[in-house]
């Protein structure tokens, strides 16, 4: 009996050790996540960035889209990403117009980039077009490559890369801050908000090739190099990004 006593004795002791360490992952992953959306699909490996992006659908020159995400536990001198995705493509469980297909196959558009953050934190942010690569048939893949995750199969055969240059923005937090409070002083408004447009002659979608389009976008956040840490006592911002498609543009005849 003794024996056996001690053998259930030593697998009890397996089975706690086994949950203990569950435990001990699990809060790891919860310390170390610095962003929240909802399927926490963003993962990060040594070699190269593994992201799922946000997808942005735009499907006539009239559509908006939006989304919002949350910063969490950014430290000065840290940087974070997150990708956009801008496509024409009819997302799944679409229940609009039933002629959209054709509709989508018709037009031809640009469209603009808006960023919203309020201000609990001294974050700068920059938006990066993403170039497409084919993955080598090797598997190698250069320093800063971009791998999507997702069902999509074009994750399996394609890389990113981003942009050396950032996009060029405006900033129409003035003329917000009066649509949004008139002439009422906001000296005292904590988080009122900054609002930034991204918009360049490239950013189009088009039906081509019996084929839609993907425009990637990486979001980069960096704590700015601030010395009066008692301004910013919350610890997360608030991130809104907004989609805007545009008529298109009359042609000359």
Not at 186 to 206: A, H, S
Request: aromatic letters at 12%; glycine letters at 4%; hydrophobic letters at 35%.
């Amino acid at each position: 009996m003794q024996e056996g006593g001690d053998e259930m004795t030593a697998k009890r002791k397996i089975i706690v050790m086994v949950i203990l360490i569950a435990l001990c992952l699990s809060a790891a992953g919860i310390t170390t996540a610095w962003y929240i959306r909802d399927d926490r699909k963003q993962a990060q490996t040594d070699a190269v960035a593994v992201m799922a992006p946000y997808n942005l659908y735009l499907m006539d020159p009239n559509a908006k889209d939006s989304l919002k995400f949350a910063i969490g536990n950014l430290h000065p001198g840290e940087e974070k990403h997150t990708v956009i995705c801008v496509s024409n493509r009819i997302p799944e469980n679409y229940a609009g117009q039933d002629n959209m297909p054709e509709l989508v196959k018709e037009s031809e558009f640009n469209y603009e980039l808006q960023l919203v953050h309020t201000e609990n934190l001294a974050v700068d942010y920059h938006v990066y077009p993403l170039q497409r690569h084919e993955i080598p048939a090797d598997g190698m893949l250069p320093e800063g490559a971009i791998l999507m995750e997702g069902d999509d199969p074009a994750y399996k055969r394609y890389y990113w890369t981003k942009e050396k240059y950032s996009l060029s923005w405006k900033d129409h937090t003035e003329k917000m801050k009066k649509e949004v409070f008139g002439t009422a002083d906001t000296e005292d408004i904590v988080n009122v908000g900054k609002y930034l447009f991204f918009d360049d002659e490239k950013m189009k979608l088009v039906y081509r090739d019996n084929t839609y389009e993907y425009d990637f976008y990486l979001i980069e956040m960096t704590w700015q190099d601030i010395r009066n840490f008692n301004a910013y006592t919350k610890e997360t911002d608030l991130v809104y990004v907004m989609v805007n498609a545009k008529q298109p543009r009359p042609t000359e005849k």
